[in-house]
């Protein structure tokens, strides 16, 4: 049963970056599709993209297009999520998960722990 | 604002059914399939329906979904305490060319 961990928590300051990364155990990462999702605290889900790490092939949201990039480590199943340009409102906490059903849209199923964000001068 | 409207906050007492709806357009859940999320408090999103109204191994026949059009609900019967917890639609948006959420719905047990 694959689960996934997700990396410690993250303190940074606006303007620099932030890297997440995200552990597969108990399976191959290659054979899934992972999404990022976020939650600003006490706000709801928002999706970031997601990678298809045995093509390499990523899909991010229009509205991060430009300062986000996953990569995939695949000798190590992991999931890297850079986030740049960090502001105030990107604090959140970040979750991988994986696309279930394997297409865009599909449910995600499981979910990591999660990693906090605080970007904070 | 989220592209998919759903009530903040809907409570219920135990045995009780309350449902949760989810209102979209033609370009999301109007398209595509919908699943929704259970999320307790301190902890990550759990999957408790997905595809429309197929519940995953594990979930209680307790919750139940449906969809008509644009708009879906989730249903949860025989309320329980433990049942109380943050729900979320989520949904394909085919003009966004992404993955959209609910803003989320707050289950009280009273």
């Known amino acids: 049963q694959v689960q996934l961990v997700q990396s410690g928590a993250e303190v940074k300051k606006p303007g620099s970056s932030v890297k997440v990364s995200c552990k597969a155990t108990?399976?191959?990462?290659?054979?899934?599709?992972i999404s990022w999702v976020r939650q600003a605290p006490g706000q709801g889900l928002e999706w970031l993209g997601r990678?298809?790490?045995?093509?390499?092939?990523?899909h991010y949201a229009q509205k991060f297009q430009g300062r986000v990039s996953f990569i995939a480590d695949k000798s190590a199943s992991t999931v890297h999520m850079e986030l740049s340009s960090l502001r105030s409102e990107d604090t959140a906490m970040y979750y991988c998960?994986?696309?279930?059903?394997?297409?865009?849209?599909?449910?995600?199923?499981?979910w990591g722990q999660g990693t906090l964000v605080t970007v904070s001068s | 604002q989220s592209v998919l409207t759903q009530p903040p906050s809907v409570s219920g007492t135990p045995g009780q059914r309350v449902t949760i709806s989810c209102s979209g357009s033609s370009s999301n859940i109007g398209s595509n399939i919908v699943n929704w999320y259970q999320q307790l408090p301190g902890t990550a999103p759990k999957v408790v329906i997905n595809s429309d109204n197929e519940r995953p191994s594990g979930v209680p026949d307790r919750f139940s979904a449906s969809k008509s059009g644009t708009s879906a609900s989730l249903a949860i019967s025989g309320l329980l305490a433990e049942d109380e917890a943050d729900y979320y639609c989520s949904a394909l948006d085919d003009s966004l060319n992404g993955v959209v959420f609910g803003g989320g719905t707050k289950l009280t047990v009273l």
């Open positions: 998960a994986r696309d279930k059903g394997g297409t865009l849209g599909s449910w995600l199923d499981p």
């Open positions: 108990g399976g191959t990462l290659s054979s899934y599709s």
């Open positions: 990678i298809i790490p045995i093509l390499d092939i990523t």
